[in-house]
């Protein structure tokens, strides 16, 4: 398979997966959040993770019985793992300048400007147990990330060929904004209109969405109090989050939080 392929396939599901449309199964948002509001972005997907997940489910469909009833779980695992490594390179780390694949009169200044600094990248392997494949954008402050996160959910919207699994009805709509004083950082997460998936999807969009998405905060100081219903943990600058992707499909997903941090 060709590396830049697929690494711009990953991408792609990672930016669905931001904006209600992804065939992945576990994503995970990371925020690097300097003390003067500059940071980094991570969006990304171990897609080996998902790989399994898929091959899983394909193989209750496809494989003979004769096979799968002679064979214990571990053979099984063992089979599938050896077909995901003829697609996937052993090792790789690489990194795809995304305004190199992209038309600049097709583009916004404010576009442009934003896609200067977001990157795509592959990284990890055999010996690390997975593949991390995403995008990286690095920020000034957060009104640029903010920015940035519009930016995603109008090209999502303008993009016929983004309706994927929804094709015959409705995508949602939500806003994300992130806001950071001397004492707190916070994010409002407003629906601003729930998907119509078509009932004959539903089933196999809540077969495809059975996992999580995870986002993770790091933070100039340490962590004081945390308020957010999917709160999980939180250890010194750190705080982690995780929601359930299905949820977050169809809507229904509660996404603000509120984190309290020390003077020092």
């Not at 669905?16 to 992804?22: K, N």
């Not at 982690?240 to 984190?259: N, P, R, S, T």
């Amino acid at each position: 398979m060709n590396l830049t392929n697929l690494i711009k396939k990953t991408v792609f599901c990672a930016v669905m997966a931001l904006t209600f449309l992804t065939s992945c199964s576990e994503m995970t948002e990371e925020i690097f959040v300097n003390e003067d509001g500059s940071g980094e972005y991570l969006l990304y997907t171990d897609m080996l993770g998902t790989m399994r997940n898929t091959m899983i489910q394909m193989d209750e469909m496809m494989t003979p019985d004769s096979i799968r009833d002679n064979e214990t779980e571990e053979e099984k695992l063992a089979r599938i793992e050896e077909r995901i490594w003829q697609d996937f390179p052993e090792s790789v780390d690489s990194v795809l300048d995304i305004s190199d694949r992209v038309d600049p009169e097709e583009l916004s200044a404010e576009s442009k400007a934003l896609m200067d600094k977001t990157i795509m990248f592959m990284k990890g392997g055999k010996k690390e147990g997975q593949i991390k494949m995403g995008l990286k954008f690095n920020f000034s402050d957060l009104d640029d990330l903010n920015n940035f996160l519009v930016e995603m959910a109008e090209n999502q919207k303008n993009n016929p060929q983004s309706q994927g699994m929804f094709a015959g009805g409705e995508p949602g709509d939500s806003k994300m904004e992130f806001e950071m004083s001397k004492k707190k950082f916070s994010r409002a997460h407003t629906i601003l209109k729930k998907p119509e998936i078509p009932s004959e999807q539903l089933a196999m969009v809540q077969m495809m969405m059975k996992g999580k998405i995870k986002t993770i905060v790091h933070l100039p100081k340490k962590v004081k109090k945390v308020k957010g219903d999917h709160f999980v943990s939180k250890d010194g600058k750190t705080v982690i989050f995780e929601y359930d992707l299905m949820d977050y499909v169809k809507g229904d997903l509660e996404g603000d939080f509120e984190i309290k941090m020390k003077k020092r």
